[in-house]
Structures are given as C-alpha cells and as structure tokens.
C-alpha cells in the first residue's frame, strides 16, 4: 500500500511541525514510561491505588462476565459427562464404599484430637472466613501471575490474608481496593508458601513457576524422600497460611525437591474465601515489604 | 485523509444513503476504543494458570497502525500503555515504554517499505512480538524462569495475528459506516 498522501509533509510548515513533534511525543512518552518503570521497580506499592481504583471499576462487568463463565463451564461439563456415564457411575460407587468406611473413622479421629485439645487445654477453633467472593479475572497475558476478586476493603479484607477454595491454597491478597482486591497467586514467581508433606511432615518451600506448577525445595537436603503423588500442605511457619491447607501434589522429582501440580486450579475455582491471617504475631508486620526475611515467611512482593 | 475518503463516498453516485455521512467523533475515537478493549482482557472471565492469552491490545495497536498509518499518532503508546499497565499485570510503566518504542520502529519500518503486502505486515508483527512478550517476561521479573514458559503464548500471539487484523479490519468499516443525517 502506498504511503497516504497527507503523511507527505511537503511545504507546508504546519505539516512539518504536526509530524516533528509527533515524533518528539513519541520519544518523550518511551522516556515517561522508562521513568514510570523505574519508579515503580523501586517500589512495587507504589501505584497500587491507580490500580485498585482501576479494577474497581470494571468489577461490577466482570463480576457479571464470571456468572456467565460459571454457567458455560457447567454447558462442557453436561456434556462431556453424558459420555463417560457409565463408567463414571462404577467407579464413583466404589470409591464412595471406600469413601465411607474412612469418614466413620476419620470422625473418630476427630472426636479423640478434641479430646485430647480438651486435655491440652487447646481452645483454639478454625476462625470464620472474612468473605467469600468470585475470581473475577486474572493476568492472563502477562507472566506475573495475579487474580481480582470481588471484595474488598468493604467486605473486610486486608492485604496479606490467604485466599483459598475448597480444594485448596489459591494465593494471598496483595492490593485491596474498595471493591475488589487483586491475589497473588502461588504459581507466581515471587510466592513462597512454607509447605510440609501430609503423610510425614517434611518441610520444604513451595515456588510458583509461572505456567500453573510449584517448584518444591526441601529444606534438609540430602536423599529426596518425594514420591510422586505425595500431597504437600501448608505448614504454617511465617505465621501467613493456615496450617493442614492442601496445596499441591507431586508430579516430577528433582535432586533437590520436585514439581508439584496446584490442587486448586483457580480457573476450576468459582468461588474463594478469604481467611484471616493465621498468626499475626508471628506474621511479617508488613507481608509486602521486600527482603529476604520476608521472603522464607510467604512470599515477597514486589 | 478522513475528509477524503468521506468526499470519495459521498461522490459515489451508487451509494444507497446519499444524505448520511459518518460521524467524526466515532471515526476518531473508534481505533483508541478498541485498542483499550484489548487492553481490557485481563477482565475477561478466563482464570488462567499460566500466560495463554495474546497481549491484545498490543496486536490491536500494531494492526491499527499497519492497516491505518496515521491514524494514531506516533505517540499513542503513551496513554495507551499506561491504560494497558492498570489492567495488565506488569510493573506500571513497562507498556508505556515497550509500545512507544514498537510504535517508532514501525514508523521507521514504514518509511522504508511503504510498498508492503500480508506477509511482510505479518513478518513484522511477529518480530515485534518475539521482542515485546520476552522483554516484558524480563521487565516484571526478578528471576528469570525457563522461557518455555512463554512458548505458547508466543505461537498463539503470532498466529492470531492476522485474526486481530481482519477483526481490526471489520472495525474500521463500522467506524465509517455512515449514519449521520446530513442537512
């Protein structure tokens, strides 16, 4: 396509000037945002309002739009059901038998931790939930990981409470804007939850690495004791997550730990809810501020 | 180059609505709209894992710019980009930077081929993509993981390409669909 005539400035001295301080704006809005990204590389908490205020407003369009996902995904589900029926039902009604006989003695198991809490002289209960609220977006083209919520400072929630669905750990709240509150999800890069085996309790730290896995590092090295299928929790050091909640299960091993599939797809999640922050006296003051003590209790931010 | 277009349509004697014309302010306001719908889709309901999504607003800002030279200005990437950085994730400031400089490099681009046909258009997207998606991988980051990770974004962000472009094309007709009564 050839050029358009009204590009060619010609003699016109007001043509020239339109297009040379064009290209002046242009280099001047890459030196802006040179500076905007170095003041805001300092100091990550620098602009949060900006972008609170900002996914304020759309929350309500995409609080709707999330109904409207919720109801396409069950459309899938129906379907792709209907074909696998028969086999589904078979194998559901024996693993309900299996099912069963472990609740009767798991709810004996409960009864006797109470009694022996009792004993202790433990009162300490589960704390209610904050709120519950949708996920309402994520950062779905960027490779920081971050989802929006539909609550925020109004329902409650403040910046650093764990977020988590009910199969498991989905992040923790790193912005609160009046009406929804953006998470740092624990694939992201900069989360580190403090996890332990289920069955054993080995500790280790569990890294996002950006495409939907955890990196698991274990904290005593030597021989990996890691199998694949082993189901970490969170272990509750930091003081930040509840401790006993499901995080992730072990898919491949490596030398010093292995990686390990998110329980809680958060695109699978409709609905999370937010907790209080397990132990406060423990917990860093700020759980945004950078450095690498903060860095071992939950999570960095930038 | 709006004034002409509207004359070259008003003149065409085979035109059904010979008293309407376009209105200004969508024809001017319609590429800053759809660039900033773009930008908008990290409110789409799609929870994802892992970065999948093309950065849309980036291909709408490319294909604008190829399909319509002149119509942004060289310097749209500054208030685009920061409408894009409120929404997108990334460190405020990183799409300021990265498109106002996509933006001057294909305005040199342009002014060395003026003659350009799909593949070349397409040639140079794709360049620009392979340079935008690792560089703002390396902006919002501090430890850098393996860039399989951005792999398949690459692939869909290259190939859906010349989709934006077409959907970049249809906006453009409505933008000079002509419905305003004249006289």
């Known amino acids: 396509m050839a050029p358009p005539p009204n590009r060619r400035t010609g003699f016109s001295r007001r043509a020239q000037y339109t297009t040379f301080f064009g290209y002046l704006a242009a280099g001047l809005g890459a030196l802006v945002g040179g500076g905007l990204l170095i003041a805001s590389l300092t100091d990550s908490s620098r602009f949060s309002d900006v972008r609170t205020t900002a996914t304020d407003v759309t929350a309500p369009v995409a609080r709707a739009a999330a109904a409207s996902r919720a109801e396409s995904r069950g459309v899938f589900d129906a379907i792709s059901g209907y074909f696998a029926a028969g086999r589904q039902n078979a194998a559901l009604r024996r693993e309900v038998e299996h099912a069963r006989v472990k609740l009767v003695e798991a709810q004996s198991i409960a009864e006797e931790n109470r009694r022996l809490k009792e004993l202790l002289g ?17 950062t779905s083209s960027s490779t920081r990981r971050f989802a929006t919520i539909s609550a925020g400072s109004r329902q409650g929630i403040a ?19 009046s009406s929804s509150a953006r998470v740092l999800l624990i694939t992201d890069t900069e989360s580190v939850v403090p996890v332990r085996r289920a069955s054993d309790g080995i500790p280790a730290f569990a890294t996002g690495r950006a495409d939907g896995t955890l990196q698991l590092r274990l904290i005593n090295l030597g021989i990996n004791p890691l199998k694949r299928g082993d189901v970490v929790v969170t272990s509750g050091s930091g003081g930040l997550y509840r401790p006993g909640t499901a995080v992730a299960v072990v898919d491949t091993l490596l030398p010093d730990g292995g990686i390990a599939r998110v329980l809680s797809d958060p695109g699978a999640s409709e609905y999370v809810t937010v907790e209080q922050v397990w132990n406060p006296a423990v917990a860093p003051a700020s759980a945004s501020a950078p450095g690498p003590a903060n860095l071992n209790q939950g999570g960095a931010t930038r | 180059m709006i004034q002409s277009r509207l004359q070259r349509q008003l003149s065409d004697p ?11 302010l969508i024809a001017i306001v319609m590429p800053w709209l759809t660039v900033m719908l773009g930008s908008l889709s990290p409110t789409w309901p799609v929870i994802a894992s892992a970065p999948l999504l093309p950065p849309l607003g980036f291909l709408v800002l490319l294909s604008w710019r190829q399909l319509r030279p002149g119509l942004l200005p060289v310097w749209a990437g500054l208030p685009l980009g920061l409408f894009d950085d409120l929404y997108s994730g990334q460190p405020l400031g990183s799409a300021v930077l990265l498109w106002s400089i996509a933006l001057i490099v294909l305005e040199v681009i342009e002014l060395r081929f003026p003659w350009r046909n799909f593949l070349l258009d397409w040639l140079v997207a794709a360049g620009l993509i392979l340079a935008y998606l690792p560089t703002a991988m390396g902006i919002a980051m501090e430890t850098t993981p393996s860039p399989i990770v951005l792999a398949p974004q690459l692939l869909i962000s290259i190939f859906a390409y010349p989709l934006v472009g077409r959907l970049v094309a249809l906006f453009d007709r409505l933008r000079l669909v002509r419905f305003r009564k004249l006289g």
């Open chain 1, 122 to 138: 433990l009162t300490k209960q589960d704390p209610r939930p904050v709120a519950v609220a949708m996920l309402i977006g994520s």
């Open chain 1, 159 to 177: 910046i650093g409470m764990p977020v988590r669905s009910p199969l498991g750990l989905v992040g923790r709240v790193l912005e609160v804007g």
């Open chain 2, 14 to 24: 085979f035109r059904k609505k010979i008293n309407r014309a376009p209105s200004p």
